[in-house]
């Protein structure tokens, strides 16, 4: 493996076969949208509409979301994780935060809080969030070890496991 940081984990038997530098805290970038999408599917219904605004339009990766189009929470899930939405990141967790269809700060960063709540709740000591989509922050990294943490927690929503492609996961 030539990775700098990696880690092989048996879920089965809930141990580390393999590893190299884990639990080095590195920025984690679009890795963060796994923890955006299980926020999604854990607070919205995949059916709630979702308004995006101008705010949304972060820039780099995006799924070409303009102002006032309207979109299914499923949609923009997909968006998140096949196109690596930095967009559909945005207005996913605006929506989550409590404000589907307007600019809200404080839906903003209620949604930050969330998401290094759930990091906590789920083990994960190494990782602090400070946005939605994983664009540069110095106040914003993680670990190997504690993605595979929100990887394993993501793949137990079929949801998730259909988003990101996959058909050989039994939970």
């Known amino acids: 493996v030539l990775a700098p940081y990696w880690v092989v984990y048996d879920v089965t038997n809930d141990r580390v076969l393999a590893e190299r530098r884990m639990n080095e805290r590195v920025p ?8 955006t999408a299980l926020l999604a599917v854990e ?11 101008k705010e949304d339009q ?12 309207v979109f299914t929470a ?3 899930l997909y968006g998140l994780l096949m196109r690596s939405g930095n967009d559909a990141a945005s207005a996913l967790a605006r929506a989550v935060g409590g404000s589907p269809d307007e600019e809200s700060e404080v839906a903003r960063a209620t949604f930050t809080t969330m ?15 400070s946005n939605p989509h994983g664009l540069d922050s110095e106040a914003h990294y993680s ?8 990887t394993r927690e993501a ?8 988003a990101f492609g996959s058909e050989l996961w039994s939970g």
Do not use: C, H
């Open 155 to 162: 793949l137990k929503y079929p949801v998730l496991v259909d």
């Open 74 to 76: 499923r949609t923009l």
């Open 58 to 69: 972060v820039g780099e990766s995006s799924i070409w979301a303009e102002e006032d189009d």
């Open 28 to 35: 984690m970038a679009s890795l963060t949208k796994m923890m």
């Open 115 to 129: 998401m290094n709540i759930r990091a906590f709740q789920l083990g994960m000591k190494d990782t602090q969030f």
């Open 143 to 150: 670990t190997a070890y504690d993605l595979m943490l929100l």
């Open 43 to 53: 607070r919205l219904s995949m059916n709630d509409e979702i308004t995006i605004v």
